[in-house]
């Protein structure tokens, strides 16, 4: 059952990619299922940026991980170019992993300690195919050159960088098998502040420069806000709204969104937004509230929220949110 | 690459940490510098050993099975410089012997008139290096045919103890490196397979726990039994019993490794499975199993030098330390040196080695290195 892009018509409409109901209960300790990723659907049209955000915890890695099967959906579908990467054989699915690339969070542990450089960079080279000698030294050099780094830098160690340096050789890594589809998680949450906006710059110019699709993992509103598209919130591995982003900046629906806008810092002193403080912690995936998960600590939750999921509405255009409330506090 | 580099001291590093919080700067200075020391002359040690051992040929004055029959149970001597008062430079004294009436044993006295000097590069008996050329310079002997220079006296057939000792090195530190070699081969493939498919990790870490709940010599008593007695079979029973210590080092290590982004990154540019235990994990687990490998090579040691004690190891004929210390059992009492010298060279051998172990350990731990 393996079919190939090439057999589908190419829609300019059709996205890149389209998640539908992604699954994934991790077996914890004592037998106990963590529900990490659960029902989660979304899709990201060729050449755009999704952000996915989140408090810490929400499932978006391993969302992000289970989309590329870097592990395994308990279920769902990632349909990517039109093939479901789900339902392919691990043997299938290695012609393609060149199209599918991701950036990590950790700059320290994304890079093996005992490789070079150009090693590092020679892997990704070889994945596709890329023969060996003075064009490989030219391409790696390229590729350096290309992240804003030098070409001098390819006989050097892990070590000898900063956590700003090596988030982008793992870009370069990422980006030498020339990929469809990146997902970046949260790149530059590890790093100093300094070098974040550089980071965040050099994704941005290069998602462009070379048409990349693009989802962006981050805990940090206003980042996705500069930077992509579209968003999509999660919260205790569920969707809780997603949509363009400007649309849902400026109008929020769901409660979580509103609370976590709320408590972003705000770029810019003149905007006051609504206070709602976020109280308490995030319950745990091993035992998620029933109902709308989200409803432990909703200011707006009723009796009502406990019985059942809400369903996810589109409220707009391509804006949907899962909350059964959503209606009512819209228009009070 | 301080970062990634996987700690697997479990249990000795507790105690050594806690130590190591509450000594004062000065003690800290001291034990680093002490302990590197002692690795440092562990190591030189070793290779001079390792040296001596290979080169046995010509560093022995004699060959390990040539028999002196009238030269039997003779005591080791001491080196002298001066004779009568006399600066000579280095030499032996040789020998008298004499038949007691009554017990009927050869006494040994030293004569002090046969000053025999030591000579250096001496044409002695000759010998072939390994079918690699012949020579029959040796690195020191004496001239006087009828005597002989022993420094650590002879055993029963009056052959050479320092040559046998020399001798015995070889084949003691070859089964040492064999079985290391062999131990890592089967350690490393099982603590790759258990640590890094979860699927494997059950019956092979169960597979693991029971060889390590046998004792070392009993399992390895146990193995060559059922192999047959030869070399060979000493060298693989060996590997097989400390193949388990290696496989665990590997599997704690693994188990971290497997869980890191560079495992992910090259799943996620489908390098093989193979490709990336080898290039990614194993290359990250050389520093925990070079300290393994060290302790594994003295108890190897000390495993052969037991079984040919015991009479199950490599063949008595071939020369080691073990069975040097075998013969020397029955003339404890009256030549003691027979068995003390294989005996010391065992003790000596595995101390360095497990000072070495423990200095790479400290060294190539950047948590401990940085404690310190
Ligand atoms: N391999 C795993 N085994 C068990 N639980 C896991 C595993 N990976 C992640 N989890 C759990 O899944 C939840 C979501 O984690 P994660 O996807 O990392 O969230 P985020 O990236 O949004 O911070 C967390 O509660 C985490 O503990
Ligand atoms: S469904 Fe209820 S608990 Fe959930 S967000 Fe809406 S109002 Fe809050
Ligand atoms: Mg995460």
């Known amino acids: 059952m393996i079919e190939t892009s090439t057999a589908k018509p190419q829609n300019g409409e059709a996205p890149l990619v389209a998640v539908e109901g992604l699954t994934k209960r991790f077996v914890g300790r004592g037998g106990r299922t963590v529900h990490a990723v659960e029902d989660v659907s979304f899709s990201i049209r060729r050449g755009t940026t999704v952000g996915l955000v989140g408090e810490s915890g929400s499932g978006k890695t391993t969302a992000g991980r289970a989309i590329l099967r870097l592990i395994e959906p308990t279920s769902g579908k990632a349909v990517f170019d039109g093939v479901d990467l789900c339902s392919l054989s691990e043997r299938a699915l290695r012609a393609y992993r060149q199209r599918l690339q991701i950036i990590f969070q950790d700059p320290f542990s994304s890079l093996n300690p005992r490789m070079r450089i150009d090693a590092i960079i020679g892997e990704a080279l070889d994945a596709r195919g890329f023969p060996r000698g003075v064009k490989r030294r030219e391409r790696v050099a390229e590729l350096l ?31 030498a098998v020339e990929p469809d589809f990146v997902v970046a998680d949260e790149p530059v949450s590890a790093l100093d502040v300094s070098v974040q ?24 509103l206003s980042v996705v806000e500069y930077l992509c598209d579209e968003v999509v919130v999660m919260y205790l591995g569920r969707v809780m709204e997603r949509g363009p982003s400007r649309r849902v900046y400026a109008n929020p629906r769901h409660p979580y969104t509103k609370a976590l806008l709320a408590t972003a810092p705000v770029p810019d002193p003149t905007v006051e937004r609504n206070r709602v403080p976020l109280a308490g912690d995030i319950p745990s995936p091993l035992d998620p509230p029933s109902g709308c998960v989200f409803r432990t600590r909703c200011p707006h939750a009723i009796p009502a929220c406990a019985e059942a999921v809400p369903e996810t509405v589109t409220v707009e255009r391509d804006h949907a949110v899962a909350c059964i409330r959503q209606d009512e506090l819209e228009t009070a | 690459m301080t970062d990634q580099t996987i700690n697997t001291t479990a249990a000795p590093a507790k105690d050594r940490k806690e130590d190591l919080y509450t000594a004062t700067p000065a003690q800290l200075i001291w034990r680093r510098f002490t302990k590197h020391i002692l690795a440092v002359v562990s190591l030189w040690f070793l290779v001079i050993l390792a040296l001596c ?21 003779a005591p080791p001597t001491g080196i002298h410089l001066f004779h009568e008062g006399r600066f000579v430079g280095p030499f032996v004294y040789g020998l008298s012997r004499e038949r007691d009436a009554e017990t009927a044993r050869v006494l040994y006295e030293t004569d002090p008139e046969a000053v025999l000097p030591i000579r250096l590069f ?74 890094f498919f979860r699927r494997a990790d059950g019956p092979v870490s169960r597979l693991i726990d029971a060889m390590m709940a046998f004792p070392d010599i009993l399992l390895a008593i146990a193995l060559v039994a059922a192999l047959g007695p030869s070399a060979a079979n000493v060298v693989l029973a060996l590997g097989i019993v400390y193949a388990p210590r290696l496989a665990r080092v590997v599997r704690a290590s693994t188990l971290v490794i497997r869980e890191l982004p560079y495992v992910e990154a090259a799943r996620a540019l489908a390098v093989p499975t193979p490709v990336i235990l080898v290039r990614h994990v194993l290359r990250n687990v050389t520093s925990p199993l070079l300290v393994q490998a060290t302790f594994i090579f003295a108890q190897a040691i000390l495993a052969e030098a037991g079984l040919s004690f015991l009479g199950v190891g490599i063949s008595p004929d071939i020369p080691t330390w073990g069975t040097m210390i075998s013969i020397g059992r029955q003339f404890m009492s009256t030549a003691e040196w027979i068995m003390l010298f294989p005996g010391l060279a065992i003790v000596i051998t595995v101390l360095a080695l497990q000072l070495l172990g423990d200095g790479l350990r400290d060294l190539l731990d950047p948590r401990l290195a940085k404690d310190i």
């Open chain 1, 197 to 220: 906006a550089q980071v965040l710059n050099l994704l941005n110019d290069l998602q462009k420069r070379l048409g990349l699709t693009l989802l962006f993992i981050s805990h940090d």
């Open chain 2, 53 to 73: 051992a290979l080169f046995a040929d010509m560093v022995a004055p004699y060959a390990p099975f040539e028999v002196q029959r009238l030269r039997t149970l």
């Open chain 1, 145 to 175: 050159t290309l992240v804003g780094l030098s070409p001098d830098h390819a006989r050097r160690f892990p070590h000898e960088f900063s956590g700003g340096q090596r988030q982008r050789i793992g870009i370069a890594r990422a980006l």
């Open chain 2, 122 to 195: 001496h044409q002695g008996d000759d010998y072939d290096f390994f079918g690699l050329f012949q020579s029959n310079i040796h690195l020191f002997g004496v001239d006087d045919r009828r005597q002989q220079i022993n420094l650590l006296g002879t055993d029963d057939l009056g052959r050479d103890i320092f040559s046998r000792v020399l001798y015995s090195g070889r084949t003691s530190l070859t089964v040492g490196f064999l079985v290391v070699g062999v131990a890592s081969l089967i350690g490393i493939f099982l603590g790759l397979i258990a640590g």
